[in-house]
C-alpha cells in the first residue's frame, strides 16, 4: 500500500526521471532529504557532459516545477541529482524611474565633488558658487561615470547573457569628497548555474571597469603635472591619495620617475625604498616630488581603488567569486586569512580596514554554491581568473587615502577610512542580498500533472 501522503512525491519522481532519462542514468532514488522533505536526491551518471546536459535539465524541471542541483560523489564515482522543489525567478521587477532618478542624483553628485576638484574655484569660493559653478566639474564627473557605469553594466549584461534575473544598477549618490557617489548596487533574483557563469558574471565589473580605468588614468595623468611637495600651510589640510604598484608603475611610464620620490638617479635599492615609501604613505611630506594630479586622473585613481575593493578574494565580492569559481569551496578557506590580513593591515597602515573586515565578518564571510558544481573551468577561463587575481594584487592600495593638516599631522584616521566605509558596506551589502533575496530562495509554482518531455 503506498502512502497517501507520499503519492504527489512519487508521481513527481517519475516524471522527475522520465525527463532526464536520456541525459541521467538513474542507479537510485531517494524521497525527501532531512532538511527538504519534499526534495528527491538521484543517483547515477551523466550520460554527457555537464556543461550540456545541465542546463537541459535545468529546464526540464522546470516544467515540472523543480530546481535541479548537481553535484560529485567522490566516494562512490557517482553524480548526485537533487530536485529542490520550486524555481527560480526569470526576470526582474525592479522600476527603471527608479535606476534612472538614482543615476541622475549621481550625476549631479559627481559634478559638485568634480567642482571643489577644479583648479578654476576662486580662493573665496562659498558653497553658493560651487552649486552655481557645477559644470566645471565636468571632467572628473564624466570620467568617474564612465568608468563606474563600465563596472555595473559589465555584471548587468554577463547576468543578462545567461538569463539570470538581475536589476538594472541602483547609484547611491553622496556629494562630499573624494567621489561623490557611494558606487551602486545590483540586486541578483537569480543563481549562476556553474563556476564558468560565477566566473563571468563576477569577473565582467571589475574587468569593464577597469579596461576603462587605465587609460582615463592616463590621459589625465599627461594633464597633471610634477611639482615639488610641501606640507599644508596652517589651518589648512590636503588629500593624498594613496598608491598601487599599477599607479606607481603609470605614473613611471608617464613621467620616467618614481613619484612620490627624490627625483634623484637611484639603484635598485634606492628605487625599491622609494615605491616601498609610497605603497605605506612613509615618504616625507616636505621633501622631494609627486604628481598634482588633474581631475580626471582623480577619477581614474578612484576607478582603480574600486576596482581592487571589489576584487579583494572573499565571501560575496566580485574576487570572491572569481576565487570561488577557480578552486570551488577550498576558497571558504582563505575567509579568515583575508579577514586576518585586513586586520592587520587595519592596525599597522589604515584604520578604514579593520571596517572592511568587521564587514565581511559580519555580513559577507559564506558564498553560495552554483546549482551545478560538477562543470570546471576550462583553461582559457582558469587564465583569466589568475589574471583577475592578477588585477586585484597590482591595484591592491595598501593606504588608500591619507589626510594631513597643516600642524603636519595625519587627520584622525577614523575620518578618512569613514570615507570608504559606506561604499564597503553596499560592496558588502550588495552580496548579502544576492544571498539571502536572489540566489537561495526558490518560488513555489503549481503544475498538473503532464507528459514529460521526451528524450
Do not use: C
Not at 211 to 222: C, R
Request: net charge neutral; no cysteine; proline share 8%.
Amino acid at each position: 500500500m503506498v502512502n497517501n501522503v507520499n503519492e504527489p512525491l512519487l508521481q513527481a519522481a517519475d516524471q522527475l526521471k522520465a525527463a532526464v532519462k536520456d541525459l541521467f542514468d538513474v542507479y537510485d532514488l531517494t524521497l525527501g532529504l532531512p532538511d527538504h522533505p519534499q526534495a528527491l536526491r538521484m543517483r547515477g551518471r551523466l550520460q554527457t557532459p555537464s556543461e550540456k546536459a545541465f542546463p537541459e535539465i535545468n529546464e526540464r524541471f522546470r516544467q515540472i516545477g523543480y530546481t535541479p542541483v548537481l553535484r560529485r560523489d567522490p566516494e562512490n564515482g557517482l553524480d548526485v541529482l537533487l530536485a529542490m522543489p520550486g524555481v527560480m525567478p526569470q526576470k526582474s521587477d525592479s522600476r527603471v524611474w527608479v535606476n534612472v532618478l538614482l543615476y541622475g542624483l549621481t550625476i549631479l553628485a559627481t559634478l559638485f565633488v568634480g567642482a571643489t576638484w577644479s583648479d578654476q574655484v576662486p580662493a573665496d569660493a562659498d558653497l553658493l558658487w560651487l552649486i552655481s559653478h557645477l559644470w566645471i566639474g565636468w571632467p572628473f564627473a564624466l570620467s568617474l561615470m564612465a568608468i563606474l557605469t563600465a563596472h555595473e553594466l559589465g555584471h548587468y549584461f554577463a547576468a543578462r547573457r545567461y538569463k539570470v534575473p538581475v536589476s538594472l544598477p541602483y547609484f547611491i549618490p553622496m556629494p562630499i569628497p573624494p567621489l561623490g557617489t557611494m558606487g551602486a548596487v545590483i540586486v541578483m533574483k537569480g543563481r549562476t548555474i556553474n563556476r564558468r557563469q560565477m566566473l563571468t558574471v563576477g569577473a565582467a565589473g571589475p574587468l569593464a571597469g577597469f579596461v576603462f580605468a587605465v587609460p582615463i588614468l592616463l590621459v589625465g595623468l599627461a594633464l597633471s603635472t610634477v611639482e615639488p611637495m610641501s606640507a599644508p600651510a596652517p589651518g589648512s589640510l590636503i588629500f593624498l591619495e594613496g598608491h598601487s604598484l599599477l599607479y606607481l608603475l603609470l605614473k613611471f611610464v608617464t613621467f620616467g620617475q618614481i613619484l612620490p620620490g627624490s627625483g634623484a638617479a637611484l639603484s635598485f635599492s634606492g628605487a625599491a625604498s622609494e615605491v616601498m615609501a609610497a605603497l605605506f604613505g612613509t615618504f616625507p611630506i616636505e621633501t622631494g616630488y609627486d604628481v598634482f594630479i588633474h581631475p580626471v586622473a582623480m577619477a581614474g585613481w578612484a576607478g582603480l581603488l574600486v576596482t581592487a575593493l571589489n576584487l579583494i578574494p572573499v565571501g560575496q565580492l566580485d574576487g570572491g567569486h572569481v576565487l570561488y569559481s577557480l578552486i570551488g569551496q577550498r576558497a571558504r578557506a582563505f575567509t579568515w586569512p583575508v579577514i586576518g590580513f585586513l586586520v592587520a593591515m587595519g592596525l599597522l597602515f589604515w584604520q578604514g580596514w579593520l571596517l572592511w573586515a568587521a564587514l565581511i565578518f559580519f555580513l559577507g564571510r559564506s558564498h553560495p554554491d552554483p546549482l551545478d558544481d560538477v562543470t570546471r573551468l576550462a583553461t582559457p577561463q582558469k587564465i583569466i581568473a589568475v589574471l583577475v587575481l592578477i588585477i586585484f594584487v597590482l591595484t591592491f592600495t595598501p593606504l588608500p587615502i591619507r589626510i594631513v593638516t597643516g600642524e603636519g599631522l595625519p587627520l584622525d584616521m577614523g575620518g578618512s577610512a569613514a570615507l570608504l566605509l559606506l561604499p564597503g558596506l553596499l560592496l558588502v551589502a550588495r552580496g548579502w542580498l544576492v544571498r539571502h533575496w536572489g540566489s537561495g530562495a526558490l518560488r513555489r509554482e503549481h503544475h498538473k500533472p503532464s507528459t514529460p518531455p521526451a528524450g
